[in-house]
């Protein structure tokens, strides 16, 4: 019940929010805008049509090819990490629907194993490509990683280029990928499949950069500035499309998605027809655009 | 298909120790460092500096040069080796102008029809403000992605270091190489030991966990074969380093000469495509 309540009270704010109301909401503070992590499972709810998504390579499981052991050893992360989050690793790809429209959809999730990428990984954003093109329909990913996963060693590593490799048959099929970037996106995810949408959508306020804050700070002794990394910064910098709040997300993904498939536009369908829940939307809304335009007034005074 | 079984045969070997040794010997002050080697392989060399846009980044040298009859687009990390000139290479830790240059000469290499040989020696891609503001992760995603797509022969070899992503930015390849007392490795053992002991005082066992010694990258198919340095290694002998190096290459250059472009294209996804361990 801590756990709960320490998970839904706003790290910006320090509003506290029901679960329900998490759920509604979004996993968006009504009150500031603050952008909490997503599930895999739930950001597939929030994405995909009622009722669409089809799960692909469920039963992947990482392996311990180094038999890699620091404070703990690998095979008992992984178990611990299953147990806490049901997955077996830290991507779920398939089929879904968005706006009507089919799409190849891989989300990663930060809560296994800070979603970083090994073997699985790898091999799982590649059959989602592979789908893709096999059915001629847009790749749509969802990234949020801490890098790639230290405990597999240099397979971890090349994972990189594997994923590389699958946008790789994409852009030989022209078969076209949407990238969605969430919080965190960073070090070897940030560096291969995540950076190479035609489109490429952050989340407000995700921190999105090869290293972290952290790492510049200790390595270079620069002076790392308070919006280092984050989604605006690397939209003004020119390195993402579009900043979307997650209230717009799955519209602006069905917009981009049917776009870059050359048919007709997509026409948006009541996100949540209850009027109740769209009045909580609209608060929303309200509070992230506030929380945007708060962060560029920061920008401005800097 | 990979299985949980296919790496069985991978067990410890020899102590901890043998990891860490590597390590020392590929950071080795006397090591051969790219400009090194291509003034040795080449009987012209001609660096080209600049990525167009923003600057030119001196820890990565690229060029064309003459190898053995025929001209190659060389592109390799550059590390210094007395203070002011590491300094001035950034200890071979490339910008994103770095990787934009890398990519300007891979694409004229694709476009003139040269072979592409990478040189791999970084302790990573640099971690600065700057460096991230001018897109790193992009420059290390579209510099592999630019590889994996080029029309002509790509040999990459790690001739030091090969630390994470900075590495792989420039190892996408038909064949990829290593040096006996090179390393290759997701992060430095120093990174590790920080993040997952929370001391990078452990790097030696960091290292021993990571086992990033080539006979070990070779057991897990990450590369296709082990160049032999002199004995001792490279820094024992700087010639006949290069010597066994331009062998290497030039074998691997006839052999990937003979196949057709889209299938030079194919078979290299499909190499990076078998990489990994996992069940199902």
Known sequence: MEAVRARNTCPTCGSHYREEEMVANLRVCAHCGHHFPVTARERIVQLADEGSWAELARELRSVNPLEFVDTRPYPERLLSAERATGLHDAILVGQAQIGEMPIALAVMDFTFLGGSMGSVVGEKFYRAAELAVDRRMPLVSVAASGGARMQEGVLALMQMAKTVAAVDELREAAVPYVSVLAHPTTGGVAASFAALGDVIIAEPGALLSFSGPRVVKQTTREDVPDDFGLAESNHRHGHVDLIVPRVELRDTVARVVALLSGGSPYRRTPLLPDLGAQRAVGRMLTGARRAIRNLKADDADR | ?280
């Open chain 2, 1 to 280: 298909m990979p299985t949980a079984d296919r790496f069985r045969f991978l067990r410890r070997r020899g102590a901890d120790g043998d990891s860490w040794h590597a390590v020392e010997l590929a950071r080795h002050q006397d090591r051969p460092y790219t400009l090194d080697y291509l003034n040795r392989l080449c009987d012209d060399f001609v660096e080209l500096h600049g990525d167009r846009a923003e600057g030119d980044d001196p820890a990565i040298v690229a060029g064309i040069g003459s190898f053995r009859g025929q001209s190659v687009a060389f592109v390799g990390h550059q590390k210094g080796r007395d203070l002011k000139e590491r300094t001035y290479r950034n200890f071979g830790m490339p910008r994103p102008e770095g990787y934009r240059k890398a990519m300007r000469v891979f694409e004229l290499a694709g476009r003139l029809g040269f072979p592409v040989v990478t040189l791999i020696d970084t302790p990573g891609a640099y971690p600065g403000v700057g460096a991230e503001q001018r897109g790193q992760s992009g420059a290390i995603a579209r510099s592999q992605l630019m590889l994996m797509s080029l029309p002509v022969p790509v040999i990459a070899c790690v001739i030091g270091e090969g630390s994470s992503g900075g590495a792989l930015a420039i190892g996408v390849a038909d064949r990829v190489l290593m040096q006996q007392h090179s390393i290759y490795t997701v992060i430095s053992p120093e990174g590790c030991a920080a993040i997952l002991w929370k001391d990078a005082g452990e790097a030696k066992r960091a290292a021993a966990a990571l086992r990033p010694t080539a006979d070990a990258c070779l057991e897990l198919e990450v590369v296709d074969a082990i160049v032999s340095e002199p004995s001792g290694g490279a820094h024992r002998d700087h010639a006949r380093a290069a010597e066994m190096l331009g062998d290497a290459i030039s074998a691997e250059l006839d052999f990937l000469g003979a196949l057709p472009a889209v299938e030079r294209r194919h078979l290299r996804r499909q190499k990076f495509h078998r990489i990994g361990a996992f069940t199902e």
